[in-house]
């Protein structure tokens, strides 16, 4: 257990419509990283943010948002989905310094949304 | 650009035996960490090893090791006694210095152990 929860792990959804999901950081995090791991495409950044600010940007589609709130728990906002979003999403959590350890990123279990 | 290559898709190797997994990075950076990661068929991305780019002493951790060669920017995980519960995807990844810490993937290896 790495220490970062999501939630749900699995979203069935229909082509249009809007979800969001959710990631807790380990305690200690400041550092929020999302990630969309589809077969076709491998593993992609999406967006960071360090202590409820965003610090980076991926490849993140226009319809999709995030935030990271003052508690640190972090939300991605997925809208007019498409058949193609249907993939794992990461959520993963570091310190965020550049000392030793504090750059590892610990991931969450992920959520499988399949859009039909 | 920045890019991780894993020349092997897959690999197999007998229980208890030794298999080196092959990693090579392209960066200008000279400060920088690298990671394996497993992804076992749960899904779930756990680390496995990780490397600091200004330590010439080789990471270890347990049956696992890495051969880092920095100026060939090479980065290699061997796996000692495998065992049939490291079957698994393994990507090598690396975060450069600087604000964005993002991860730069491999496309992975898939490992499988036979007993």
């Known amino acids: 257990d790495s220490g970062v929860t999501q939630t749900p792990k699995h979203l069935i959804t229909a082509t249009g419509q809007r979800v969001t999901l959710r990631c807790s950081p380990r305690s200690g995090d400041l550092s929020v990283y999302w990630y969309q791991q589809s077969l076709d495409q491998g593993l992609q950044f999406l967006i960071q943010?360090?202590?409820?600010?965003?610090?980076a940007k991926g490849n993140i589609l226009e319809r999709f948002s995030a935030q990271q709130f003052p508690d640190l728990h972090s939300e991605l906002n997925l809208s007019s989905l498409e058949l193609g979003d249907s993939a794992l999403y990461f959520c993963?959590?570091?310190?965020?310094?550049?000392?030793?350890?504090?750059?590892?990123?610990?991931f969450g279990p992920g959520t499988r949304l399949l859009v039909l | 650009a920045q890019t991780v290559t894993q020349s092997q898709p897959e690999m197999s190797v007998q229980e208890a035996e030794t298999v080196t997994l092959s990693c090579t990075y392209d960066?200008?950076?000279?400060?920088?960490?690298l990671f394996w990661y497993k992804q076992p068929p749960s899904r779930q991305m756990i680390l496995v090893i990780r490397?600091?780019?200004?330590k010439q002493q080789n990471a270890t951790e347990n049956r696992f090791s890495v051969n880092f060669q920095k100026a060939a920017k090479s980065f290699s995980l061997k796996i000692s006694d495998s065992q049939l519960g490291d079957t698994a995807m393994y990507f090598c990844a690396f975060t450069p210095r600087g604000n964005n810490r993002k991860l730069i993937w491999g496309l992975g290896t898939s490992l499988a152990v036979n007993p």
């Open positions: 960066t200008s950076e000279n400060n920088y960490y």
């Open positions: 943010y360090y202590n409820g600010e965003e610090r």
């Open positions: 490397q600091e780019a200004y």
């Open positions: 993963a959590s570091s310190e965020g310094g550049w000392d030793s350890g504090k750059e590892t990123q610990y």
